[in-house]
Nanobody, 123 residues
């Protein structure tokens, strides 16, 4: 399994921006589809965005379209999630995942997970 470490979370006001990073431990990262999921208190973990090994987009969740951007730097073994126009409902722990396979949009489609980083959107 690939070891994943997320960073970049924090407290931000509504309308603000954050960029999350996910550093991977192995070169296997560069051949793996990866994704971001999030989990709010009392809710199930939900899909946010996924990207293929070569940087091609797989999909965004509806709530993320137009506001979030997923991208990766394979030379740095790092996955990113740029989040703009943040809303209070975006508050959650955000998780990075690797080893994705079709259908790419479910928790079960991924083999490796990070510990998560908290994002809180509040005035």
């Amino acid at each position: 399994q690939v070891q994943l470490v997320e960073s970049g979370g924090g407290l931000v006001q509504p309308g603000g921006s954050l960029t999350l990073s996910c550093a991977a431990s192995e070169r296997a990262f560069s051949t793996s589809a990866m994704a971001w999921f999030r989990q709010a208190p009392g809710k199930e973990r939900e899909f946010v965005a996924a990207i293929r090994w070569n940087g091609d987009l797989i999909n965004y969740a509806g709530a993320a379209k137009g506001r979030f951007s997923i991208y990766r730097d394979n030379a740095k073994n790092t996955l990113y999630l740029q989040m703009n126009s943040l809303k209070p409902e975006d508050t959650a722990v955000y998780y990075c995942s690797a080893g994705g396979r079709s259908p790419f949009l479910t928790v079960r489609a991924y083999d490796s997970w990070g510990q998560g980083t908290q994002v809180t959107v509040s005035a």
